[in-house]
């Protein structure tokens, strides 16, 4: 048995164990914690599995951002654990029992897969030179399934508009969440000064190398999100008005440029979001672009929550 078999096998079992402990932890905050940590280790199994496009997204979404929403929403929710006190037994036997028949469900659906399994993949490559990228994920993802990803942003947007909605009439228009302030000589201030500029950088650098390698628009407006997140936590910076015009045109540009797109290409190409073939890659890198902008804000003002405080400083 070589030493990776030994790994896969004991990371396998962590994150088995690890997932079962965040379920039946009684702690709100315990199992956000270990919910963070479950993400992060699904990460490392993604780039077992060599999908490193997944590995990334998981670690930004499931152990980054997500992470901090969890804590977020476990903070306001602090009678939660009281409240899990009283739940009656046979409902926890129940939600487990539904869980063990859902992941036998999964199991078996696996197992009866033909091998090999039916597969677009062959089709993926054999036309991946129509768009020349390189990478095929980004050419999965920005050409056959162009449609279901230009959709993904606008449910973003929708989420977006949602949280909006729950702000009261006083704080319409005005700055998602509270004013943030911390230590000055703390810790957190200084990582908040450090890594942003390190963070912008990786951010840019991942979405410009998703057209041939693992990256791209969601991964590096994730990382982007997160340095704004980590400004915005410390009280270096502050959430913006949702009033403002900029702020609204950043949520709207990417979604309103892959439409315009989309409809180019059904006005020149007889087919909606048809790329062509001389304009493939740039129509591509400019949507990829405009679509990472408005996912750091979007996942940003996303963990900000509803507008809660007046638009003056």
């Given at each position: 048995m070589s030493i990776a078999t030994v790994f896969e096998i004991v990371l396998a079992a962590v994150v088995l164990g690890l997932g079962v402990w965040t379920i039946v932890v009684p702690?709100?905050?315990?199992?956000?914690?270990?919910?963070?940590?479950?993400?992060?280790l699904v990460a490392l199994v993604w780039v077992r599995l060599d999908a490193v496009d997944v590995a990334l997204t998981e670690a930004a979404i499931g152990g980054?951002?997500?992470?901090?929403?969890?804590?977020?929403?476990?903070?306001?929710?602090?009678?939660?654990?009281?409240?899990?006190e009283k739940t009656p037994g046979t409902l926890r036997a129940s939600a487990a029992a539904l869980s063990v028949l859902m992941a036998a469900a999964l199991a078996g659906a696996v197992l009866v897969l033909p091998d090999p399994a039916p597969t677009l993949a062959p089709a993926a490559v054999a036309k991946a030179g129509a768009t020349s990228l390189s990478n095929p994920v980004t050419n999965v993802l920005m050409a056959f399934r162009a449609m279901d990803t230009m959709l993904e942003k606008i449910v973003l947007l929708l989420a977006v508009v949602g949280v909006w909605s729950l702000a009261s009439d006083?704080?319409?228009g005005g700055r998602p969440g509270p004013r943030h302030e911390a230590d000055p000589r703390g810790v957190l201030v200084f990582l908040a000064r450090l890594l942003p500029p390190?963070?912008?950088?990786?951010?840019?650098?991942?979405?410009?190398?998703?057209?041939?390698?693992?990256g791209g628009a969601f991964q590096g407006g994730a990382i982007l999100a997160s340095m704004w997140l980590l400004a915005i936590m410390?009280?270096?910076?502050?959430?913006?008005?949702?009033?403002?015009?900029?702020?609204?045109l950043i949520?709207?540009?990417?979604?309103?440029?892959f439409l315009v797109v989309g409809l180019v290409g059904l006005l020149f190409d007889d087919a909606f979001l048809s790329y062509p073939p001389a304009l493939a890659k740039p129509l591509i890198?400019?949507?990829e672009v405009t679509m990472t902008l408005t996912i750091a804000a979007?996942?940003?003002?996303?963990?900000?929550?509803?507008?809660?405080r007046s638009a003056q400083p």
């Open positions: 702690e709100t905050f315990s199992a956000t914690v270990g919910f963070v940590a479950y993400g992060l980054g951002l997500g992470g901090v929403l969890l804590l977020g929403a476990a903070a306001r929710l602090r009678d939660a654990d009281l409240m899990a006083f704080a319409w390190i963070g912008i950088v990786v951010g840019i650098h991942v979405l410009w190398a998703g057209a041939d390698q693992p410390t009280g270096l910076a502050d959430t913006p008005s949702v009033s403002l015009r900029w702020i609204r949520l709207v540009a990417g979604p309103g440029l890198l400019g949507i979007t996942l940003g003002l996303l963990l900000a929550g509803a507008p809660e």
